[in-house]
């Protein structure tokens, strides 16, 4: 623990005792139940987390190659972004094989040696699945294409005529989530499909035109996928990470819509927009993160999931279904986690809070409620592959900003506040009960690359938003592991797909791990604290003595009080408070330590 010197007047706000006044509004479980309640979990980007072949590609013996970092770190599981055969039109989220390795990342039996040396570990692993659409190159597709309007082989997507005298408009309005219409043409002409000539039907894609959407009402739509999870699951995966699960069921009719179905907020209707309004904490939890329309939360979509949970049940170790939704309220969300369909969904809303003691306080606590509600556990989750990393996101000026990736000529992040704010939000995160996922390198600070070159960007939302969003890609750089090593020790031969700043230098593995007070030993005291006190299955009390501020958000969770301080003035703790861990220098005035603005520390109570 790192002390300040200070001698400054006395803090404005204290809290005089370690067991102070909470409100419970979530109770502990005395009965350890599935891994999965409880798990943290670290997200990997196969092709950014370790090269072994040195193409300057992340691959699957380069995970391999580093499960004791997850050992080390004190994770429970690895959710692994999609590694299947695809053209990587969109990173691998378009699957032209799924039940194949793509040779960028390895081989079926690359991946079965790394289940077998997590499972070695201790560690589950999460595959990713993504039913909501194929990869164009998917054989499915081809065929489609291939027989034409009115074949059996069209009717497992969604191909439509178009509207206007020649069917030269598209079927409806959909806009894609990454910008322009979610309709493309084809050609009629057997063969002739790649020479640019669109004379016939319109297929469907939310997202990329080398995503066609399937259409989830075509019965061997729904076996092949049954089938997929078997196939699996018979090789020992412990869970998946269903994408777009809010998405695959559309209403009947396929009805214009004018609404927004921007992926994150200031996507699609006002391109570059910037929030600079902090957000008041709704009562139900929203924060504007959830897609609507008659393409979103369809009630059909929740047959599909009791489906798969009967198909995971019969296997044994409680495999796991986990719910890329973004839908709100919370309500709504826990609708996809009732206890015969899946087991968790990612919590957007909390991650879309603004950095607000109020803010946070409203969203935990409908979380907790929304999912206490139908018995699943809450999850949490600051990070992923498609937001701004939160070291970044943190620091860019007002209260709830977040376009869609930062270019080189938007407003900057303040780096330094962005950390300290990071840290102090990943601990209060720790502190939950529930799940928790991490996204690979916020263990090491890892920033944002906020000035990419642009003709490196590869997100297609890049291109499709007019290239008005920069996009994903500054969150999906190669990570770095060794600070005196080409690329950062990436890969043997110095290589990255996309180039990393300088300022990973320090972030790098090696560099963090030897480091006191680093980013990565905040996480690890607070990944092993979390387990010796059993954090994922504790309570949630809010402690009343902060209820009038609104600059310091606390709570109790077992014997573990969390504090985080929001406002200029240090929160002075209890005398002889014994703080177990802290997410930044603390300052002490006389016989009192104080927790400084934008930092959180767990005291023993
Ligand atoms: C999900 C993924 C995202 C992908 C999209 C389309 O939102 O997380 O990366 O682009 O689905 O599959």
Not at 263 to 276: I, K, L, R, W, Y
Not at 539 to 559: P, Y
């Amino acid at each position: 623990m790192t002390h300040l010197d200070s001698t400054s007047a006395a803090p404005a706000l204290e809290l005089t005792t370690t067991s102070p006044t909470v409100s419970v509004i979530h109770a502990a479980s005395d009965v350890a139940r599935e891994w999965w309640r409880t798990a943290v979990i670290y997200q990997v980007y196969p092709r950014s987390f370790a090269d072994a072949d040195g193409d300057g590609i992340g691959d699957i013996p380069g995970i391999t190659s580093k499960l004791d970092h997850f050992v080390d770190l004190g994770v429970d599981a690895v959710w692994l972004s999609p590694f299947y055969r695809s053209p990587q039109a969109d990173a691998g989220y378009d699957v032209a094989d799924y039940r194949e390795v793509d040779p960028l990342f390895g081989t079926n039996a690359d991946f079965e040696a790394l289940l077998e040396g997590a499972h070695a570990r201790g560690l589950k692993v999460i595959a990713d699945l993504v039913p909501n659409h194929t990869s164009d190159d998917h054989a499915w597709f081809q065929a489609a294409l291939a027989a034409g309007p009115g074949s059996a082989e069209r009717a497992r997507y969604l191909f439509r005529e178009g509207q206007g005298e020649d069917g030269e408009l598209p079927p409806n309005n959909w806009k894609s989530i990454f910008g322009g219409p979610a309709w493309t043409r084809v050609s009629e002409r057997a063969a002739a499909a790649t020479d640019g000539i669109t004379d016939g039907q319109w297929y469907l894609h939310m997202f990329d035109t080398r995503q066609p959407d399937l259409d989830w009402e075509h019965p061997e739509v729904r076996s092949e996928f049954e089938d997929i999870l078997r196939f699996w699951l018979d090789r020992g995966v412990d869970g998946f990470r269903i994408d777009v699960a809010h998405g695959m069921v559309k209403a009947p009719g396929l009805p214009d819509w004018d609404g927004d179905v921007a992926m994150v907020e200031g996507s699609s209707e006002a391109p570059g927009a910037v929030d600079t309004e902090p957000h008041e904490a709704a009562e139900d939890g929203s924060t504007g993160a959830g897609n609507s329309g008659p393409m979103f939360d369809q009630e059909g979509v929740h047959d599909i999931y009791r489906a798969w949970h009967k198909v995971l049940a019969p296997y044994d170790g409680d495999r796991a279904l986990v719910a890329e939704a973004w839908v709100e309220p919370l309500s709504r969300l826990a609708r996809y986690v009732r206890s015969d369909e899946m087991h968790q969904a990612f919590n957007f809303s909390y991650l879309t809070t603004a950095w607000d003691a109020a803010a946070l306080r409203g969203v935990v606590t409908a979380s907790l409620e929304a999912s206490d509600a139908v018995g699943a556990p809450t999850t949490w989750v600051l990070s992923n592959h498609d937001v701004i990393r939160h070291a970044s996101r943190m620091g860019l000026t007002g209260a709830a900003v977040r376009p869609n990736g930062i270019g080189k000529n938007d407003p900057q992040p303040d780096a330094e506040l962005g950390l300290r704010r990071a840290r102090a939000a990943t601990l209060q995160m720790l502190g939950l009960p529930g799940s928790a996922y991490v996204y690979q390198g916020e263990e090491l600070g890892l920033p944002e690359h906020t000035d990419l070159d642009d003709d490196l960007r590869q997100d297609p939302a890049w291109w499709r938003s007019g290239y008005t969003e920069a996009g994903r890609d500054g969150c999906r750089v190669p990570l770095p592991w060794v600070a005196d090593a080409p690329g950062y020790g990436f890969g043997p031969t110095g290589k990255t797909w996309l180039p990393q700043p300088d300022t990973y230098k320090e972030c790098a593995a090696d560099v963090q791990r030897a480091t006191e007070g680093s980013t990565y030993s905040m996480y690890k005291a607070a990944l092993a604290t979390r387990r010796a006190k059993d954090l994922g299955l504790g309570s949630l009390g809010w402690v009343e003595d902060f209820a009038s501020s609104s600059s310091v958000l606390a709570f109790v969770n077992n014997d573990v009080l969390v504090v985080t301080n929001f406002g200029e003035a240090p929160v002075a703790l209890p005398e002889g408070a014994e703080v177990l861990i802290t997410s930044g220098p603390l300052t002490t005035t006389g016989d009192r330590t104080g927790v400084p603005q934008d930092t959180t520390v767990w005291v023993q109570v």
